[in-house]
Each structure stands twice: as structure tokens, then as C-alpha cells.
Nanobody
Framework: VQLQASGGGLVQAGGSLRLSCAAS????????MAWFRQAPGKEREFVAAIGWRAGNIYYADSVKGRFTISRDNAENTVYLQMNSLKPEDTAVYYC?????????????????????WGQGTQVTVSS
């Protein structure tokens, strides 16, 4: 599956952004989809993941209650709604996919478990 992320930008602290990740290829619903982020000088870190089953969602503690991941299998798209943004959320955000029908990898949190990656979209939160 090929992934293309979009929706990043510059926003003030407390603001919101919605990222989108469009997937091409077949059987999108059989993939666990995730968002990761990487700030300058830091390692890539897990943000959120979603399986195809309703409610099979997992968040990093740092974004829980502020970010919401969702997917539209008919549109082959996964979203990340980011509210109450903080300067420490500034990073390049990447979407990733793992072929996993049963959703076992939703709570993985490990970038090495994911097979396909989008190109990244920059999110900058000013204070």
C-alpha cells in the first residue's frame, strides 16, 4: 500500500489541525493504520493507531484526550484530528500501515512493525 499524508501546517498553541493519509492499493480495511511523529533531533515516536474493528484504537499517553484517530475504509483514508495543540507537538507526522486483519498490532507502538510509510507532513505549533 502507498500512503500520502497531508494537512500539516502552522498553528498557534491551543489550536487544531486535521491530518489525512490517503492509501492506494487494495484491501485497505485489512491494514492497521498508525501515525508517528519525529521532532528535530529526536527519535520517531508513536502517536496513535487504529484497526478496522470499531473501537480498536490506541493512543500514546502524550496525546490521549487531545488527538483522535479515525478511518474511512470506503475512502481508503485515515485521519488524525489534533486539538489543544502544544508547542511540543511540533514534528513531522508520518502515517504508516501494517497488514494485520485481526488488529494485533494496534497497540504495538513500534515503528519497526509497520511496513509502509507516507512521506510526512510538517506540523508546527507556535507558543
Amino acid at each position: 500500500v502507498q500512503l500520502q499524508a497531508s494537512g500539516g501546517g502552522l498553528v498557534q498553541a491551543g489550536g487544531s489541525l486535521r491530518l489525512s493519509c490517503a492509501a492506494s492499493g487494495r484491501s485497505f480495511s485489512r491494514y492497521v493504520m498508525a501515525w508517528f511523529r519525529q521532532a528535530p533531533g529526536k527519535e520517531r515516536e508513536f502517536v496513535a493507531a487504529i484497526g478496522w474493528r470499531a473501537g480498536n484504537i490506541y493512543y500514546a499517553d502524550s496525546v490521549k484526550g487531545r488527538f483522535t484517530i479515525s478511518r474511512d475504509n470506503a475512502e481508503n483514508t485515515v485521519y488524525l484530528q489534533m486539538n489543544s495543540l502544544k508547542p511540543e507537538d511540533t514534528a513531522v507526522y508520518y502515517c504508516a500501515a501494517k497488514r494485520d486483519y485481526y488488529g494485533d498490532y494496534v497497540s504495538s507502538g513500534r515503528s519497526s512493525d509497520f511496513d509502509s510509510w507516507g512521506q510526512g507532513t510538517q506540523v508546527t505549533v507556535s507558543s
